[in-house]
Protein backbone atom coordinates (compact mmCIF):
# COMPACT_ATOMS: atom_id res chain seq x y z
CA UNK A 1 0.00 0.00 0.00
CA UNK A 2 2.91 2.18 0.71
CA UNK A 3 4.02 2.75 -2.93
CA UNK A 4 4.02 5.62 -5.39
CA UNK A 5 1.00 5.20 -7.45
CA UNK A 6 0.22 7.58 -10.34
CA UNK A 7 -1.89 5.52 -11.93
CA UNK A 8 -4.19 5.32 -9.04
CA UNK A 9 -4.17 8.87 -8.43
CA UNK A 10 -5.33 9.65 -12.08
CA UNK A 11 -7.77 7.40 -12.11
CA UNK A 12 -9.36 8.84 -8.85
CA UNK A 13 -9.08 12.20 -10.57
CA UNK A 14 -10.76 11.51 -13.80
CA UNK A 15 -13.79 9.75 -12.48
CA UNK A 16 -14.30 13.56 -10.46
CA UNK A 17 -15.16 16.59 -11.49
CA UNK A 18 -14.94 18.65 -8.46
CA UNK A 19 -11.58 18.44 -6.66
CA UNK A 20 -10.71 19.62 -3.08
CA UNK A 21 -7.06 19.70 -2.81
CA UNK A 22 -6.12 19.92 1.10
CA UNK A 23 -2.37 20.91 2.44
CA UNK A 24 -1.12 20.25 5.65
CA UNK A 25 -1.63 22.75 9.03
CA UNK A 26 0.96 24.97 9.39
CA UNK A 27 2.00 24.41 5.85
CA UNK A 28 5.21 24.54 4.58
CA UNK A 29 6.44 24.61 0.63
CA UNK A 30 5.97 21.37 -0.47
CA UNK A 31 2.20 21.63 0.73
CA UNK A 32 1.65 24.66 -0.57
CA UNK A 33 3.89 23.60 -3.69
CA UNK A 34 1.92 20.34 -4.56
CA UNK A 35 -1.35 21.96 -4.03
CA UNK A 36 -1.38 24.81 -5.70
CA UNK A 37 0.56 22.83 -8.91
CA UNK A 38 -2.25 20.14 -8.68
CA UNK A 39 -4.90 23.12 -9.06
CA UNK A 40 -3.35 24.39 -12.17
CA UNK A 41 -3.05 20.77 -13.47
CA UNK A 42 -6.40 19.73 -12.56
CA UNK A 43 -8.00 23.24 -13.79
CA UNK A 44 -6.38 22.26 -17.35
CA UNK A 45 -7.92 19.17 -17.39
CA UNK A 46 -11.71 21.39 -16.61
CA UNK A 47 -12.09 20.24 -13.13
CA UNK A 48 -13.54 22.40 -10.57
CA UNK A 49 -10.66 22.75 -7.84
CA UNK A 50 -10.35 24.36 -4.32
CA UNK A 51 -7.17 24.01 -2.40
CA UNK A 52 -7.47 24.57 1.50
CA UNK A 53 -6.06 24.68 4.48
CA UNK A 54 -6.86 25.27 8.18
CA UNK A 55 -3.41 28.34 8.36
CA UNK A 56 -2.70 31.13 6.05
CA UNK A 57 0.44 30.14 3.42
CA UNK A 58 3.21 31.83 4.97
CA UNK A 59 4.48 35.07 3.77
CA UNK A 60 7.20 33.97 2.03
CA UNK A 61 5.18 31.53 0.03
CA UNK A 62 2.35 34.23 -1.39
CA UNK A 63 3.99 34.95 -4.56
CA UNK A 64 3.26 31.39 -5.69
CA UNK A 65 0.62 31.47 -8.74
CA UNK A 66 -2.16 30.83 -6.85
CA UNK A 67 -1.64 31.41 -3.19
CA UNK A 68 -4.42 34.00 -2.45
CA UNK A 69 -7.14 31.02 -3.64
CA UNK A 70 -6.41 28.99 -0.40
CA UNK A 71 -9.39 28.80 1.55
CA UNK A 72 -10.17 27.52 5.06
CA UNK A 73 -13.08 24.24 4.87
CA UNK A 74 -15.55 27.00 6.81
CA UNK A 75 -15.41 29.84 3.96
CA UNK A 76 -16.26 27.30 1.14
CA UNK A 77 -18.99 25.04 2.12
CA UNK A 78 -19.42 23.06 -0.93
CA UNK A 79 -19.37 19.46 -1.65
CA UNK A 80 -16.52 17.62 -3.97
CA UNK A 81 -16.09 14.61 -6.15
CA UNK A 82 -12.64 14.00 -4.46
CA UNK A 83 -10.73 14.87 -1.34
CA UNK A 84 -6.74 15.26 -2.32
CA UNK A 85 -4.58 15.51 0.49
CA UNK A 86 -1.08 16.61 -0.60
CA UNK A 87 2.15 16.24 1.91
CA UNK A 88 -0.24 15.42 4.76
CA UNK A 89 1.44 12.54 6.71
CA UNK A 90 -1.92 11.41 8.43
CA UNK A 91 -5.20 12.70 9.15
CA UNK A 92 -4.75 14.78 12.27
CA UNK A 93 -2.20 17.13 9.68
CA UNK A 94 -5.72 18.05 8.13
CA UNK A 95 -6.63 20.14 11.18
CA UNK A 96 -9.72 21.49 10.22
CA UNK A 97 -9.54 20.31 6.83
CA UNK A 98 -11.02 16.34 7.85
CA UNK A 99 -13.93 17.99 8.27
CA UNK A 100 -13.98 18.47 4.29
CA UNK A 101 -13.93 14.25 4.60
CA UNK A 102 -17.73 14.33 5.16
CA UNK A 103 -18.33 16.20 1.69
CA UNK A 104 -16.36 14.69 -0.44
CA UNK A 105 -17.49 11.33 -2.26
CA UNK A 106 -13.98 9.88 -2.10
CA UNK A 107 -10.75 10.80 -0.80
CA UNK A 108 -7.26 10.40 -2.23
CA UNK A 109 -3.11 11.15 -1.19
CA UNK A 110 -0.27 12.21 -2.62
CA UNK A 111 2.82 11.80 0.30
CA UNK A 112 6.61 11.47 0.69
CA UNK A 113 6.47 10.29 4.77
CA UNK A 114 7.57 7.07 5.85
CA UNK A 115 5.20 7.37 8.73
CA UNK A 116 2.32 7.80 6.75
CA UNK A 117 -0.42 5.01 7.51
CA UNK A 118 -2.37 5.37 4.73
CA UNK A 119 -5.46 7.01 5.43
CA UNK A 120 -7.26 7.81 1.85
CA UNK A 121 -9.05 5.50 -0.20
CA UNK A 122 -6.22 5.92 -3.02
CA UNK A 123 -2.68 6.45 -1.64
CA UNK A 124 0.52 7.30 -3.40
CA UNK A 125 3.13 7.17 -0.51
CA UNK A 126 7.09 7.16 -1.45
CA UNK A 127 8.82 7.31 2.10
CA UNK A 128 12.11 7.55 -0.13
CA UNK A 129 11.15 10.73 -2.15
CA UNK A 130 12.82 14.04 -1.12
CA UNK A 131 8.93 15.89 -1.54
CA UNK A 132 5.66 15.66 -2.62
CA UNK A 133 6.60 17.92 -5.32
CA UNK A 134 9.16 15.52 -6.54
CA UNK A 135 6.92 12.94 -6.78
CA UNK A 136 4.04 15.41 -8.49
CA UNK A 137 6.42 15.06 -12.05
CA UNK A 138 5.04 11.22 -12.25
CA UNK A 139 1.64 12.17 -11.18
CA UNK A 140 1.20 14.83 -14.07
CA UNK A 141 2.52 12.78 -16.65
CA UNK A 142 0.43 10.11 -15.72
CA UNK A 143 -2.69 13.02 -16.07
CA UNK A 144 -1.15 13.69 -19.29
CA UNK A 145 -1.25 17.65 -18.19
CA UNK A 146 1.76 20.02 -19.21
CA UNK A 147 4.50 20.93 -17.33
CA UNK A 148 3.65 25.08 -17.21
CA UNK A 149 6.04 27.52 -16.02
CA UNK A 150 3.80 28.13 -13.17
CA UNK A 151 3.91 24.31 -12.50
CA UNK A 152 7.58 24.64 -12.84
CA UNK A 153 7.58 27.06 -9.77
CA UNK A 154 4.99 25.54 -7.70
CA UNK A 155 6.90 22.29 -7.71
CA UNK A 156 10.86 24.14 -7.50
CA UNK A 157 9.17 25.57 -4.08
CA UNK A 158 8.60 22.27 -2.56
CA UNK A 159 11.60 20.56 -3.76
CA UNK A 160 14.01 22.86 -2.82
CA UNK A 161 12.42 23.60 0.38
CA UNK A 162 11.96 20.31 1.47
CA UNK A 163 15.59 19.38 0.28
CA UNK A 164 17.36 22.35 2.48
CA UNK A 165 18.07 23.89 -0.87
CA UNK A 166 19.65 20.63 -2.44
CA UNK A 167 21.20 20.02 0.91
CA UNK A 168 19.74 17.53 2.90
CA UNK A 169 20.58 13.82 2.90
CA UNK A 170 16.88 13.24 1.32
CA UNK A 171 18.12 15.00 -2.01
CA UNK A 172 18.42 12.61 -4.54
CA UNK A 173 19.17 12.18 -8.51
CA UNK A 174 15.26 12.45 -8.93
CA UNK A 175 15.40 15.34 -7.29
CA UNK A 176 17.44 16.80 -9.85
CA UNK A 177 16.28 14.96 -12.50
CA UNK A 178 12.52 16.78 -12.43
CA UNK A 179 15.21 20.20 -11.74
CA UNK A 180 16.37 19.41 -15.29
CA UNK A 181 12.76 19.01 -16.20
CA UNK A 182 11.73 22.57 -14.51
CA UNK A 183 14.51 24.49 -15.74
CA UNK A 184 13.43 23.70 -19.21
CA UNK A 185 10.60 25.93 -18.48
CA UNK A 186 12.40 28.68 -18.05
CA UNK A 187 12.35 28.59 -14.56
CA UNK A 188 13.55 31.77 -12.44
CA UNK A 189 15.91 29.99 -10.25
CA UNK A 190 17.92 33.06 -9.14
CA UNK A 191 14.82 35.06 -8.55
CA UNK A 192 12.95 32.27 -6.64
CA UNK A 193 16.46 30.94 -4.43
CA UNK A 194 17.10 34.57 -3.00
CA UNK A 195 13.30 34.77 -2.27
CA UNK A 196 13.32 31.56 -1.08
CA UNK A 197 16.80 31.00 0.97
CA UNK A 198 18.77 34.12 1.28
CA UNK A 199 15.87 37.13 2.29
CA UNK A 200 14.47 36.74 5.69
CA UNK A 201 11.26 38.78 7.04
CA UNK A 202 12.46 41.39 9.82
CA UNK A 203 10.19 39.56 11.67
CA UNK A 204 12.06 36.06 11.35
CA UNK A 205 15.84 37.86 11.42
CA UNK A 206 14.29 38.80 15.39
CA UNK A 207 13.36 36.09 16.47
CA UNK A 208 16.16 34.38 15.25
CA UNK A 209 18.10 36.19 18.10
CA UNK A 210 15.34 34.68 20.66
CA UNK A 211 16.01 31.51 19.60
CA UNK A 212 19.88 32.17 19.79
CA UNK A 213 19.48 33.15 23.11
CA UNK A 214 17.44 30.37 24.17
CA UNK A 215 19.89 27.88 22.84
CA UNK A 216 21.42 25.52 25.54
CA UNK A 217 23.30 22.23 24.80
CA UNK A 218 23.29 18.92 26.57
CA UNK A 219 25.03 15.77 25.97
CA UNK A 220 28.22 17.40 25.88
CA UNK A 221 26.99 19.58 22.87
CA UNK A 222 25.45 16.87 20.83
CA UNK A 223 21.74 18.06 21.69
CA UNK A 224 20.75 21.99 20.83
CA UNK A 225 17.87 22.75 22.57
CA UNK A 226 15.76 25.77 21.75
CA UNK A 227 12.60 27.43 23.05
CA UNK A 228 10.19 30.03 21.61
CA UNK A 229 7.24 31.79 24.14
CA UNK A 230 4.41 33.52 22.98
CA UNK A 231 5.84 36.99 24.42
CA UNK A 232 8.72 36.00 21.93
CA UNK A 233 6.76 35.74 18.98
CA UNK A 234 4.75 38.85 20.30
CA UNK A 235 8.27 41.04 20.87
CA UNK A 236 8.92 40.32 17.27
CA UNK A 237 5.53 40.78 15.55
CA UNK A 238 6.12 38.00 14.64
CA UNK A 239 4.28 34.58 13.43
CA UNK A 240 4.57 30.57 13.76
CA UNK A 241 5.61 30.51 10.19
CA UNK A 242 8.63 32.76 11.37
CA UNK A 243 10.31 30.17 13.48
CA UNK A 244 9.79 27.99 10.65
CA UNK A 245 13.43 26.75 9.92
CA UNK A 246 15.45 28.50 12.92
CA UNK A 247 15.81 24.58 14.76
CA UNK A 248 18.30 24.20 11.77
CA UNK A 249 20.71 26.59 13.37
CA UNK A 250 21.20 24.11 16.67
CA UNK A 251 21.98 21.78 14.30
CA UNK A 252 24.64 23.80 12.70
CA UNK A 253 27.21 23.88 15.87
CA UNK A 254 29.95 21.63 14.94
CA UNK A 255 29.75 18.09 16.98
CA UNK A 256 25.65 18.25 17.79
CA UNK A 257 24.08 15.18 16.71
CA UNK A 258 20.20 16.45 17.28
CA UNK A 259 18.60 19.58 17.90
CA UNK A 260 14.70 20.67 18.83
CA UNK A 261 12.74 23.39 19.02
CA UNK A 262 10.02 24.08 21.00
CA UNK A 263 7.30 27.09 20.21
CA UNK A 264 4.07 27.89 22.05
CA UNK A 265 1.68 28.47 19.22
CA UNK A 266 -1.89 30.17 19.24
CA UNK A 267 -3.82 26.55 19.60
CA UNK A 268 -2.82 26.47 23.32
CA UNK A 269 0.03 23.01 22.63
CA UNK A 270 3.53 23.17 22.33
CA UNK A 271 5.16 22.82 18.59
CA UNK A 272 8.25 20.89 18.26
CA UNK A 273 10.83 20.29 15.29
CA UNK A 274 13.00 17.98 15.61
CA UNK A 275 16.47 17.19 14.07
CA UNK A 276 19.15 14.88 13.41
CA UNK A 277 21.99 14.54 11.33
CA UNK A 278 23.39 11.23 10.05
CA UNK A 279 23.35 8.62 10.99
CA UNK A 280 20.74 9.59 13.43
CA UNK A 281 16.57 9.73 13.34
CA UNK A 282 13.87 11.38 14.57
CA UNK A 283 11.05 10.15 13.17
CA UNK A 284 10.60 6.96 15.54
CA UNK A 285 11.19 9.79 18.36
CA UNK A 286 8.15 11.48 17.09
CA UNK A 287 6.31 8.96 16.57
CA UNK A 288 6.30 7.65 19.70
CA UNK A 289 5.15 11.40 21.06
CA UNK A 290 2.24 11.14 19.15
CA UNK A 291 3.89 12.68 15.52
CA UNK A 292 5.90 11.87 12.57
CA UNK A 293 7.58 13.00 9.94
CA UNK A 294 11.64 12.14 8.64
CA UNK A 295 14.46 10.54 9.23
CA UNK A 296 16.42 13.77 9.86
CA UNK A 297 13.40 16.24 9.95
CA UNK A 298 9.99 15.60 12.38
CA UNK A 299 7.46 17.37 14.37
CA UNK A 300 5.24 16.62 17.13
CA UNK A 301 2.49 18.91 18.54
CA UNK A 302 2.04 18.67 22.14
CA UNK A 303 -0.06 19.57 25.18
CA UNK A 304 1.32 20.94 28.91
CA UNK A 305 4.09 23.90 29.72
CA UNK A 306 6.72 24.51 27.13
CA UNK A 307 9.24 23.49 29.80
CA UNK A 308 7.85 20.21 30.69
CA UNK A 309 7.01 19.29 27.44
CA UNK A 310 10.59 20.34 25.97
CA UNK A 311 12.33 18.16 28.88
CA UNK A 312 10.03 14.84 27.76
CA UNK A 313 11.14 15.65 24.12
CA UNK A 314 14.93 16.35 24.83
CA UNK A 315 14.78 13.14 27.20
CA UNK A 316 13.54 11.08 24.39
CA UNK A 317 16.28 12.73 22.04
CA UNK A 318 18.67 11.76 24.36
CA UNK A 319 17.70 8.26 24.65
CA UNK A 320 17.89 8.18 20.61
CA UNK A 321 21.34 9.29 20.74
CA UNK A 322 22.73 6.73 23.37
P1 LIG B 1 8.65 20.92 10.99
O1 LIG B 1 9.52 20.69 12.16
O2 LIG B 1 9.39 21.62 9.89
O3 LIG B 1 7.34 21.55 11.33
O4 LIG B 1 8.27 19.49 10.43
C1 LIG B 1 9.23 18.57 10.01
C2 LIG B 1 8.56 17.39 9.35
O5 LIG B 1 7.77 16.69 10.31
C3 LIG B 1 7.61 17.78 8.22
O6 LIG B 1 7.73 16.82 7.20
C4 LIG B 1 6.25 17.72 8.86
O7 LIG B 1 5.27 17.36 7.91
C5 LIG B 1 6.41 16.66 9.94
N1 LIG B 1 5.63 17.01 11.13
C6 LIG B 1 5.72 18.14 11.86
N2 LIG B 1 4.87 18.14 12.90
C7 LIG B 1 4.20 16.96 12.84
C8 LIG B 1 3.17 16.36 13.64
O8 LIG B 1 2.68 16.92 14.62
N3 LIG B 1 2.73 15.13 13.23
C9 LIG B 1 3.24 14.49 12.14
N4 LIG B 1 2.77 13.28 11.81
N5 LIG B 1 4.21 15.03 11.37
C10 LIG B 1 4.69 16.24 11.70
MN1 LIG C 1 7.12 17.49 2.26
Redesign the pocket.
Known amino acids: MKTRNPEGIAEAIRKAETVAVCS?I?P?GDTVGSALAMRLALQAMGKKVQVFCQHKVPDNLAFLPGAAEFRRPEENTDSFDLLLAV?V??E??LGSCIELKKRCAHTAQIDH?G?NPGYAEVNSIDGAASATCTMLRDHLKALGTELTADIAVCLYTGISTDTGNFSFDCTDAEAFDVMSDLMKTGLPIAQLSLRLFRERSKEQILLLGKAIGSLEFRADGRLAVMKLTKKDFEDCGALSEHA?TL?NYGLETTGTQMALLGRESDDGKI????RAREPYCVDGI?KRL?????AR?????MEGSLGETTETVAAEMLKGLN
Open positions: HYDDSDGRHTDVKFSLAGGGGHASGVS
